[in-house]
């Protein structure tokens, strides 16, 4: 019987199998691209397409493919054979590097937010060599950046890309004067916690609004939720359990670090979490987990839901990005260390992390935003939609006593000065969590929690890396032409602490007062919808930043604004609608259909029997007459709201409009549609209830 070991990345043409198959020369070339971003020789890229084609062919692949991640939000892949016409009439299997370097697939109908023509549809995908190539099914997959043809970038993993490098960068100029010369490449790291639900093939189909959006736009609450907590942490059950097994074959076949799986806190929400690797793998793993784990329960007979909010009254799912960052030797510049002086530089690094968040506090929540995180951020299962960041009560008491120049309690009463011997040497993990915090320190890295589950972490992270990225920058601008390092050292600290500890918050982020004190009185931002947040991308300092930096163009910034608001407006759009067609033709007919039954049993009884008033059945048919007309009225009006959305002059208006009209229409008519459904009869009603999809996976 084979053992994990046995078949761990078996479909992953990884460091073994290109050192296996590839020669001394060639192989130490393509480390020197992958490690130091060096240019791939031709001959190189030939000698590497030839091995790899031949490993997969040994593996069972026919065909080959650019998988790429466009502005979809999921990922993209042309498959071609690697068949070729042999003069004898027979066919043979080739591979060049050419082919594996650059492929042309049409971009016409991915999203571009105006980046292209619309006869300019010819788009490039280019390999990226820092993320294995892996087999699915039958096609080499390699993982590929994507730009159109005037070379903008398309796609989420260009700018993630670019942001990594510009944080390299930046960070070895800090570490340089700390006296560290040997660190080629300091390299962001990702685990994403990955949240889903997992309901029954069979009650999935028989409800459109899952099918067409993936949330249940109508749905009464059941007799139980999770009000008891028992689902948590508890015994998982064998439906589930088998799909978990075949989840972690699968995942690890191809090299991914499943580690953790447990019950969530709502019932059917469960978790996977990865052990974390390098930033633009970890979002390859991550889009490849969310597929795998949608095929994997279709096999089991089951639907892994991965939407934010698929049902209202119990907690929605989301995505913890726990990040960091490292040396290419592994030095975490994120964990406090033993000695004075790494705890210096950790300090340093700590303090650029507090000014990136406070300063573009606006782009970390607009990196998350979606239609469906729209639903659970600001509730209390997860994040309010203010940033702030939890430290931890040791860590903040050090921050304190440098801002106020005084001991630090922890250690001997003596001034405290950086990088000399009285520095405390203060330990990890020791505070809580702090799971009501938006960007918790948890010890050696941060944990980002707003993104929801659906999310591709390329957007958070590149905004993370950049914006941390900028803090470094304008350290290293400083402390190289400092005189006195140390001093000039202290007090960039002390000015940090100062200046941006109002982000810094270690209570309850859940308490209305909280928020009332982050807007008020610190003048945090509380962007609680897509709407609210995403124009703010163009924000001149966030605009300045990311393109000085190099992160993105001008234009490309403006596309992706256009696109996420776009994405928000048609993803709404097409919730209405369905909740249109579902009151209409679903709901109205059902209801009306039980109380013309109960009218009818009414009307029976009293030929029966003349005396009885039948006040149940009366009482019961004017209130389903009254939820009745309340839900036709109101489907009316949502139906006109969507007709007059057309109207607006531009998508910033658009998006305003959804807000402010379309989504209180649709809460509107949820109300008397949910009213009816438990005063209706289990079998007039025309969709499964929250207890059969919640409680339906045994």
Known sequence: MSTVSDYFGSLVFDDRVMRANLSAEVYGSLRKTIDEGKELDISV?????????????????????????????????KHDSFITRSPDGS?????????????????????????????????????????????????????????????????????????????????????????NDTAKRVVSSVGPEQEYFLITKEMYDKRPDLRFTGRTLFGAKPPKGQELDDHYFGVIKPGVAAFMEDLNDELWKLGILAKTEHNEVAPAQHELAPIYTTTNVATDHNQLTMEIMQKVAAKHGLVCLLHEKPFAGVNGSGKHNNWSIATDSGQNLLSPGETPYENAQFLLFLCAVIKAVDDYQDLLRLSVATAGNDHRLGANEAPPAVVSMFLGDELNAVLEAIEKDKPYAGTQKTQMKLGVDVLPKFNRDTTDRNRT?????????????????SNSIACANIMLNSAVAESLRIYADRLEKAKDFEDALHKMIRKTIKDHKRIIFNGNGYDDAWIKEATEKRGLCN??????????????????MLISLGVFTDEELRSRRDIMLENYCKSVVIEANTMVDMARTQIAPAIESYAADVAKAASAKKAVASGLKCSYEKGLVEKLSGLIDEIAEKT?????????????????????????TLLPIMSELRVPCDKAELLTAKSYWPFPTYEDLLFGVK
């Open 636 to 660: 009316e009006e949502l139906d006109a709201a969507i007709i007059k959305i057309h109207d607006a002059e531009d998508i910033i208006e658009e998006s305003e409009m959804v807000r402010d």
């Open 91 to 179: 066919v043979i299997m080739e591979f060049s590097g050419k082919e594996l370097i650059k492929g042309e697939p049409d971009a016409s109908s991915f999203p571009s937010g105006g980046l292209r023509a619309t006869f300019e549809a010819r788009g490039y995908t280019a390999w990226d060599p820092t993320s294995y190539a892996f087999i699915k099914g039958k096609t080499l997959c390699i993982p590929t950046a994507f730009c159109a043809y005037g070379g903008q970038a398309l796609d989420k993993k260009t700018p993630l890309l670019r942001s990594m490098e510009v944080l390299s960068k930046q960070a070895l100029r800090i570490l340089r004067l700390f006296g």
């Open 45 to 77: 890229a030939n000698a590497v397409a030839s091995a790899m084609k031949d490993w997969a062919v040994a593996h069972g692949a026919t065909h080959f493919t650019h998988w790429f991640q466009p502005l979809t939000g999921i990922t993209a892949e």
């Open 527 to 544: 962007y609680r919808t897509t709407a609210d947040c995403m124009p703010h991308l163009l924000d001149k300092k966030n605009a300045d």
């Open 437 to 453: 915090s938006p960007f918790a320190f948890t010890g050696n890295k941060f944990e980002f929690r707003m993104l929801g589950s």
